[in-house]
Every structure is written in C-alpha cells, then in structure tokens.
C-alpha cells in the first residue's frame, strides 16, 4: 500500500511538474503568436496606407487624363471669364480688328465667331476674312499690327484673359487673301488669326 501511495505522489508530481511546463510554453507560443500577429498587422496596416496612396494618385491622373480629352473634344470658345477680363483690361481700342481663320475648319471658324462677338460686345468693330485652305499657327490666335506698340498691347491683353496667343511675326495672310497687308497699314488696325486646335502637348 505505501509503494502503491508512493508511486501515486511521484507520478502526481512529474505530471505537475509537466503542466506547469506545457502551461509556460503555451504562454509562451501565445504571447509570440500575439506580438507576431501586432507585427503583421502594423506591416499589412502601413502596405494598406501606400495602396490607398498610390491609388489616389493613380486617379488623380487618370482625372487629370479625362480633363485633357474633355479640352480636345470641346470645341474652343471665349469663356465668360475672359470675356470679363478683356472687357475691364482693353483700355485702347484698335480702329478695327479682322479676325482672318480656314475656311475649311468648322471648329476654327466656330472659334473665331466667338471672339468676333466677344470683341463687338467690346464695341470694337470686327470684320472676318476666310483664308482658302488651312493656315499653320504656333498658338491657338496670332495678333498683329503695322503698330508693333499694339500688337504688343494686345499679346498682353489677350495672355491676361488666358488666351493662347502669340505674335505674328509676318502678315501671313497676304498670300491667301490678297488684300491682307491693307487691312491693317497705317490706321491702327489690328488683325487675329484663329489657328487650328493644337495637339494637347502643345497646349499644356
């Protein structure tokens, strides 16, 4: 009976002994698992944050892109904006003004129309004179004057209103039109030509 007791408290023992070892090492495991799951999730929390990131970013292209497109496909015209800014900023009338633009272009003479009235609204008085053909330009309108004092005015004029104008070097409608020399020589006339639209890259 004694070995039998005895044999009782020593196997008690060891497997009290065991437990209190699987108990450490099962809090052990645990506290691990559980710094290594905080780990994870800090590490999966920041990679979430540089998706989100990264994918406003990536929409804020692919907005700026649909911008872009939506100013290729609408045609160009004298928005209320400048329309406002030319009529508090013109100070000196030209004598008249001849807005010269392709006969063949619909979004060009579309354009040129829209200054035209812009300009008459102004109470400037505005002729138009077709060119046969297509005309190249470096930008969307080109001023010139035989006054280089008010071709120079009104390239200021028309880049605070936010155009996208440029100086005419030359009178390049005289060959197309014949007369175009006359319309501007010596009586402080001023004459826009109406390019056609230019590629988007040009026009950032």
């Not at 800014?85 to 004598?95: C, D, R, W």
């Amino acid at each position: 009976m004694e070995n039998i007791m005895a044999w009782s408290v020593k196997s008690a023992s060891l497997i009290y002994t065991i437990s209190q070892v699987c108990t450490f090492v099962a809090a052990t495991v645990t506290a691990v698992c559980v710094l290594s799951m905080w780990k994870a999730s800090d590490i999966l929390g920041k990679d979430s944050d540089l998706r989100i990131e990264e994918a406003k970013a990536q929409a804020a292209q692919a907005n700026e892109r649909a911008e872009k497109i939506k100013k290729t496909i609408k045609w160009r015209e004298v928005s209320q904006e400048q329309y406002e800014k030319l009529k508090y900023t013109i100070m000196k009338k030209p004598s008249f003004v001849i807005i010269l633009t392709s006969s063949d272009d619909p979004e060009s003479i579309y354009y040129a129309k829209s200054i035209e009235n812009a300009l008459i609204e102004l109470g400037i008085e505005v002729g138009r004179f077709y060119f046969i053909g297509s005309q190249e330009t470096s930008s969307d309108i080109e001023v010139y004057s035989d006054d280089a004092t008010l071709s120079a005015y009104y390239k200021s004029i028309f880049e605070g209103a936010n155009f996208n104008v440029a100086f005419s070097e030359r009178t390049p409608w005289a060959e197309k039109v014949g007369r175009g020399a006359a319309f501007t020589s010596g009586v402080g006339g001023l004459a826009i030509v109406v390019g056609p639209r230019l590629p988007p890259g040009f026009q950032d």
